[in-house]
T-cell receptor, first 113, second 110 residues
């Protein structure tokens, strides 16, 4: 059973650019959630995808968007990057309707200069 | 509003001493409560959830609805317990949006 994998591990962008982060869910899971973790803070929910549709969203602007693919992998896209977007981005997969336990990836560290 | 508060950012205890990491929450309804742990250079992982009512690595946590608390306890700390601990909540069914506290860094001194 493979775990949740995220790519890339680190990324450096400049203000105004766009970025795409990727996540492969754990085998057997149908749901992917994305979280932003700023330095010294707990993770903050961005949104969740289930069966390729957004299934809940946190308090993030529309420039944060996502996709889920038929194989349940997912992308997080952020447009018009701002300095405050610098953070660790975590992906978690789970099985909606199952045990509902979220399993986390190692994260992508995004730095916006 | 949904909120999780972990009042201690840092907690340091000696090996063999009891440990209690505090967690208070606010939620309208009946939430599910979790403790997640992150050991050095490892990913965030579930330690325990209140629904399971089990002890993991000697840790227990009891949901107190009257005090809206879910404190994590261990009677005798071990050095390998040093880690970052996050309390989190979600609603019991449906889209499981986890709301995290800011975390407590636990250090066990030899």
């Amino acid at each position: 059973e493979t775990g949740v994998t995220q790519s890339p591990t680190h990324l450096i962008k400049t203000r105004g650019q766009q970025v795409t982060l990727r996540c492969s869910s754990q085998s057997g899971h149908n749901t992917v959630s994305w979280y932003q973790q700023a330095l010294g803070q707990g993770p903050q929910f961005i949104f969740q995808y289930y069966r390729e549709e957004e299934n809940g969203r946190g308090n993030f602007p529309p420039r944060f968007s996502g996709l889920q693919f038929p194989n349940y992998s997912s992308e997080l896209n952020v447009n018009a990057l701002e300095l405050d977007d610098s953070a660790l981005y975590l992906c978690a997969s789970s099985s909606l309707g199952g045990q509902n336990i979220q399993y986390f990836g190692a994260g992508t560290r995004l730095s916006v200069l | 509003a949904q909120r999780v508060t972990q009042p201690e950012k840092l907690l340091s205890v000696f090996k063999g001493a009891p440990v209690e990491l505090k967690c208070n929450y606010s939620y309208s309804g009946s939430p599910e409560l979790f403790w997640y742990v992150q050991y050095s250079r490892q990913r965030l992982q579930l330690l325990l959830r209140h629904i399971s009512r089990e002890s993991i690595k000697g840790f227990t946590a009891d949901l107190n609805k009257g005090e809206t608390s879910f404190h994590l306890k261990k009677p005798f700390a071990q050095e390998e317990d040093s880690a970052m601990y996050y309390c989190a909540l979600s609603r019991i069914q449906g889209a499981q949006k986890l709301v995290f506290g800011q975390g407590t860094r636990l250090t066990i001194n030899p």
